[in-house]
């Protein structure tokens, strides 16, 4: 498989590069949304951290598995989005999965540096919620 | 929001129950997709497995915040779906976390048994890709 291209820009792999095409096997698992997109976890391939979550489409899962960097394509700019190519922290990629209904991608990846824009390790590292612990001592019901 | 029947079935927690509305300022936060939904991404608060993904409206993530009941809605039967309800395998939250953009939740749970219908712990167990290693030792480019 190849690691073949990426001279020219950020963003220079495309499908008219000499990378296979996404398996037909695969192909035939994805469950995608309307807007021909699944929901993509990426986590921290050692801590177990959830860095964030992204969207793939075909062609951003191809390249995320014959790359070796993990690929998304941004909703809001409707473009391909290699992960550090603009924040210079990449994700390198070291298992890819898909889940037992083929519409969500588990990316467990290294982490160059922060995951969030923000700076933050992760996107979820300032977000918590006020909520109730979950008491099994209390049944089945909380 | 909305939502408020569910009488009959395992799901009979509604908003007529005397649990608080989602907070305004959380509410102010939350970008959900076309449908009414965010992701939700299920994590095992101590292993950090990441456990599947279902999804939330405002009214699921109503009652995981207030219950610890991890609770998500179903867009395939568009119910609400109490996790371990009918498998027997709940999700008692320890955590929940939203995400940089407002776009997507994080619920660390304590899954009891296992998170897949299929009876498998986590729903990406058998669904390794081949793919390629990203190697940083290959500099910015994979």
Known sequence: MGRVTDQAGPDALD?????????????????????????????????????????????????????????YFSRSRQEYWRKGDTSGHPQWVREVRLDCDGDTVLVKVDQVGPACHTGSRTCFEDGLLASVTGDPAAGGEA
Do not use: F, N, Y
Request: glycine letters at 8%; zero cysteines.
């Open 15 to 71: 499908s008219r590069d000499s990378l296979d095409a996404l398996d037909p096997a695969i192909l035939a698992r994805l469950k995608r949304d309307a807007a021909g997109l699944l929901p993509a976890v990426a986590q921290q391939w050692d801590t177990g951290e959830v860095l964030m979550l992204g969207w793939m489409d075909d062609e951003a899962l191809r390249r995320t598995l014959t790359t070796g960097r993990a690929t």
